[in-house]
């Protein structure tokens, strides 16, 4: 049994989001003349292909956030704040 291409299911799902958001689906698009109907598809196809590379390039930040050695791991340490009794006591 193949794999399912998991971008293109990605794909599918953004341009079936964009088609939506103008009121048409892929059984309306099919209904339209040809011109309208490849003009939603390219604009939709214009649509997936952005947010695809919006989801490529969070990941590979991700990645390279998760991978960088130039980064180091800060421990804090919180120390207790002074009774303000014994902070006004001193002070006199």
């Known amino acids: 049994m193949p794999v399912a291409d998991?971008?293109?299911?990605?794909e599918m799902m953004h341009i079936t989001e964009y088609l939506k958001s103008k009121e048409c689906s892929l059984e309306r698009l099919a209904e339209l003349p040809a011109a309208e109907a490849k003009a939603l598809m390219k604009e939709?196809?214009?649509y997936a292909?952005?947010?695809?590379?919006?989801l490529e390039m969070g990941a590979a930040f991700v990645n390279a956030l998760h991978h960088d050695e130039t980064m180091t791991t800060t421990t804090v340490t919180i120390l207790p704040t002074p009774d303000?009794?014994?902070?006004e006591q001193s002070t006199e």
Request: aromatic share 0%; no cysteine; hydrophobic share 35%.
């Open 49 to 54: 292909s952005l947010r695809l590379t919006e």
């Open 44 to 46: 939709a196809s214009q």
């Open 6 to 10: 998991p971008r293109a299911e990605v």
């Open 84 to 87: 303000r009794s014994t902070v």
